[in-house]
């Protein structure tokens, strides 16, 4: 069943991408009597905010199953945006008040770029941590992504974030440490994309009463769970919903930073992320890149060349990971027999 969402309301790029398969555009009062309402609350920065739509988008759709699922859109006010993003923000977004009257049963939060070393400086940390407090009682779960998720643990557990000493940024494997309902049906090696200068510890977040679900020997934990309240709070410190070639675009963006002087460090190269091929490619660009430090050179960065060799293999975990939350929201939203059905339903499926 493809997600639903208020006609109007979705951005006109993503059915023209072939987004139609995956959101039935409907009007309000056309919506199921009871579907599972999720918010996704989007505040990454004007170069990835069409991207993370798109992400979400067809991860919910495809992990839904045959449950009815209805998505809108909200972004933080605070949030530093050029005219653009703006613009695509009024068109298509609510703001965090119209979440408070309207409701979910649960809520997705993207991060968004730091600029700030303490996230409490940040210009959204008091709308965001009011946000936290809301969801404690008025959803039955919260899925928290990167930055979102250190914020999150932060603002109620008071844990710090730990610098890295280089961006962690690439496909680490990681296993189920602890079994639970959201990593139900999964075992073996898996990988998840990263992206990020800090993290979490599991001893700290452990000590807090977090449940660590899966974890990395590079990357530390990754999925976290701790119930707040009447919600369960779903942490990540890496992107499941990444598509194949997001780690590439920004990879890129790091590389035009280095080439017009915005940072002094040429990037690292993806861990885990490049075939053979590729990887020659990219270190080939980067030494032509050391010298000849010039941003006109970026033009001749090989994207499609490196695109080539990429595969989305982390795709099936993600489905896994999705559909066993958006069941348990089920579960936990309504005593519906029908939906109660689909949603054992679903369980069922994946298993096979």
Known sequence: MPLMAARGRIPDHFGANGGASVVKFVEMLEAPRRCIRIGLVNNMPDSALKDTESQFFRLLGAAAGDLPVHISLYSLAEIPREEAGRKHIESFY???????????????????????SDLRQEPYWKSLAALFDWAETNTSSVILSCLA????????????RHTLAEKRCGVFMQSVVRPHALTDQISGAFGFPHSRWNELREEELSAAGYAVLTKSPEAGADLFVKKKRRSLFVHFQGHPEYGARTLLKEYRRDVARFLRGERERYPSMPKGYFDAESTKLAVGF????RGERNPELLSQFPSDELARGLRHHWRPRALQIYGNWLRYVAARETQEPRLAAVAAGSHRSLSH
């Open 94 to 116: 609510r703001g965090i008040d119209a979440l408070r009257e309207s409701g979910a049963d649960a809520i997705i939060v993207t991060g968004t770029e730091p600029r700030q």
């Open 149 to 160: 998720a250190h914020a999150s643990a932060l603002h109620s557990d008071g844990i710090e």
């Open 286 to 289: 980067e030494a032509r890149s």
